[in-house]
């Protein structure tokens, strides 16, 4: 079946989820183009396994918006605008900004309290609860991201900026939250890569400020954070704007 690579190494264990895992990155890759069309049957082939797993997968990726079922053809790779570009990243752009002021309020609490003990506290990252230590794999993520980046590799790039995000976004302690900026950002992934995709050279094209952030959040500096992400936010729009229009 042209567009899917080989199957690799899948286990009967987690099918359903590696499967799902597996067209994703297919998709990301630019493998799976938009409005790419394929069946159960042909992906049960390609992979070696049952129809039930491989369905189950496949609506699991129409849950999350990726893939769109017609109950005569099968399915196909959901086709993205740079109109659903714009409103998923003022999506995400909003549940950042929520998050951000529900840390700010943890902030102003710990400091409160700090202040309030006669004892002085053990020095400590201004960022409570967030030590240097919590924030250090979250910045090596973004070390990597940011390499990737600034050489172009889009794969790994991509791979990176979708495990930095989601640790980052653990750290608030709402599940829901960082399950939704997930799915949000693969996503916009999807929508930037069909485009990205036709450069031979994205050297200098994609957005690199992963420390930045990090280090803005373990100084407690929320405005300097949120200034890093409205940046990140229009780099991506002016960029997909573009290329869309070119």
């Not at 990176?160 to 829901?176: H, M, V």
Request: charged share 25%; net charge neutral.
């Amino acid at each position: 079946m042209p567009g899917i690579s080989g199957p690799g190494a899948v286990t009967r264990s987690t099918l359903r989820q590696q499967i799902a895992d597996a067209l994703r990155d297919e998709v990301l890759a630019g493998r799976l183009q938009p409005g790419q069309e394929f069946t159960v049957k042909e992906i049960a082939e390609q992979y070696g396994v049952s129809a039930t797993p491989v369905r189950e997968a496949l609506v699991d990726l129409s849950a999350q918006g990726l893939l769109e079922a017609d109950q005569h053809r099968g399915f196909r790779v959901h086709e993205f605008s740079p109109a659903d570009f714009r409103e998923m990243i003022e999506a995400r752009g909003l549940v950042v900004d929520g998050m951000f002021r529900t840390l700010a309020e943890r902030l102003g609490s710990a400091r409160t309290a700090a202040g309030a003990d006669p004892v002085p506290p053990r020095p400590r990252s201004p960022l409570d609860p967030w030590t240097a230590a919590t924030l250090s794999g979250v910045r090596r993520r973004g070390e990597e991201a940011q390499r990737a980046a600034t050489a172009g590799d889009l794969s790994v790039l991509i791979g990176y900026d979708l495990r930095f995000w989601r640790e980052l976004s653990a750290l608030f302690g709402n599940a829901y939250l960082a399950d939704f900026l997930h799915r949000l950002r693969v996503r916009c992934w999807v929508c930037a890569v069909q485009h990205l995709r036709r450069l031979d050279d994205l050297r200098g094209l994609l957005w690199a400020g992963h420390t930045e952030l990090v280090d803005a959040l373990a100084r407690g500096d929320l405005p300097a954070a949120r200034a890093v992400v409205a940046a990140h936010h229009a780099h991506s729009l002016s960029l997909v704007d573009r290329l869309a229009g070119a």
